[in-house]
């Protein structure tokens, strides 16, 4: 009789397999690990549809997220926004007042000149003659004036002493013959001769009174001298005003945006020949639909920027609103004055303006995105009711570039969703505030 080990017993109890127990093959692990490897791309593709499919799921049960706009108080500015073009209020057309030859051109387009500079030399030969023989004329004419006072003059005041004194001998001699006469001292022939010596001294003294009246001032001389001497400095005037003539000069500060002239040309008397823009003011000229007309007043401010340099804004003041409409455009012309221009305008410079027309402090406001159908009068939004976007009716008020004033059917803190958001009335969806 064989006897049993007691620990050979234990390791074979140990080694049997309990009923609920089960064991795992070592190779089905490796295998299965080894399928993963081998089909990862499909289990990831799985894992990701499975995701998807998930968060679907939740988008459809709960909607999907939109960003939201809410209703805010502020200050609301209602401004016309529209683009034109720079202008100086008037520009002045320069041309020759002379018909003559152009000798040089002194100035470029776009060259800033001050009042008085050349800016055009005309040939002046013939002009220049003229003021010599026009100052020729004067002198001859100044010397007959010095001539008459100098020499004229004086010597017919001394012909009328000489002839008073010769007067007042033929007046004696006269008066002691005809005493004489009376006595019977004397005959009737001395006391004739007497008498005739008198009356040609009488003659002699009124003839040296008219040569000193003549030759006085006022008298017909001395007019007729001065009269010659105004002609020749008129004549002078002249030829010098047309020798002015032949440089044309600016007739204020400002900057040439046109020159249509070259040397020798020919020019023609009130041809232009340069387009000066004056310096000071300057305007805005706009061209705004006429269905703007009627927000819009004299004295309204606006903030302006040229094109060209978007970043620097201007003030300018609305001082002029054409009366009429321009039927083939529907627009109105409006002009606004700039009093101040910055130094980097220049004419027919592309601008645009932004009107303040209406302006309202604590005004509700919403993001002009929000709201819809603004301009059938019959304004709405896009709420959130119950999870689900809904239509909700709005009147508006002001509206500025970027909001617009909620005047009934909202309050501050509403939301609405903006028209880009594409929901759809009646779908759920999640507002997310921005």
Not at 95 to 114: C, F, M, N, W
Not at 245 to 274: H, M, N
Not at 322 to 346: F, H, M, Q
Request: hydrophobic share 40%.
């Amino acid at each position: 009789m064989n006897r049993c080990d007691p620990c050979s017993v234990a390791m074979a109890e140990q080694s049997l397999p309990l009923p609920n127990q089960r064991r795992i093959d070592p190779i089905s692990v490796a295998s299965a690990w080894s399928g993963i490897i081998t089909h990862k791309w499909f289990l990831l593709t799985v894992v990701v549809l499975l995701g998807l499919g998930a968060w679907q799921g939740i988008r459809v049960l709960l909607g999907p997220a939109v960003v939201v706009d809410r209703v805010a108080r502020g200050r609301l500015v209602e401004t016309v926004v529209a683009s034109g073009h720079v202008e100086t209020p008037y520009r002045v057309e320069i041309g020759s007042q002379i018909t003559g030859t152009v000798e040089d051109v002194l100035v470029q387009e776009g060259e800033r000149v001050t009042k008085g500079q050349p800016l055009i030399a005309l040939e002046a030969r013939e002009s220049k003659a003229s003021v010599v023989q026009a100052q020729g004329a004067v002198a001859q004419a100044e010397a007959r004036i010095r001539q008459l006072e100098e020499l004229t003059l004086p010597s017919a005041k001394e012909a009328q002493t000489q002839a008073e004194a010769t007067l007042r001998n033929a007046q004696q001699t006269y008066d002691r013959t005809a005493q004489l006469e009376r006595n019977g001292y004397a005959t009737r022939a001395a006391l004739d001769d007497a008498q005739k010596t008198l009356d040609v001294a009488r003659a002699a003294k009124r003839a040296t009174e008219f040569q000193v009246y003549t030759a006085s001032p006022g008298g017909s001389d001395h007019v007729m001298a001065q009269t010659q001497l105004n002609q020749a400095r008129a004549n002078l005037d002249t030829a010098e005003s047309r020798l002015g003539y032949a440089t044309i000069v600016a007739p204020r500060d400002g900057v040439l945006i046109t020159r249509s002239v070259e040397r020798g040309t020919v020019v023609q008397a009130g041809k232009a020949l340069l387009v000066l823009a004056p310096s000071g003011e300057l305007q805005l000229v706009l061209q705004i639909d006429e269905r703007n007309l009627g927000r819009l007043a004299l004295g309204q401010t606006a903030l302006a920027s040229a094109d060209a340099y978007p970043d620097r804004h201007f003030s300018a003041t609305v001082t002029y609103i054409n009366p009429g409409v321009d039927i083939s455009r529907a627009t109105v012309e409006v002009k606004l004055t700039v009093k101040e221009p910055p130094d980097y305008l220049r004419q027919d410079m592309t601008v645009s303006v932004d009107i303040e027309v209406a302006a309202k402090d604590n005004a509700e406001v919403l993001p002009v995105r929000s709201v819809r159908e603004i301009l059938s009068g019959q304004a709405w939004v896009m709420t959130v009711k119950n999870g689900r976007a809904a239509k909700h009716p709005v009147k508006v008020g002001l509206r500025g570039n970027s909001q617009i004033e909620i005047v009934e059917g909202m309050q501050p803190g509403d939301i609405a969703i903006p028209q880009s958001s594409g929901v759809l009335t009646g779908q759920r969806v999640r507002p997310v505030l921005p």
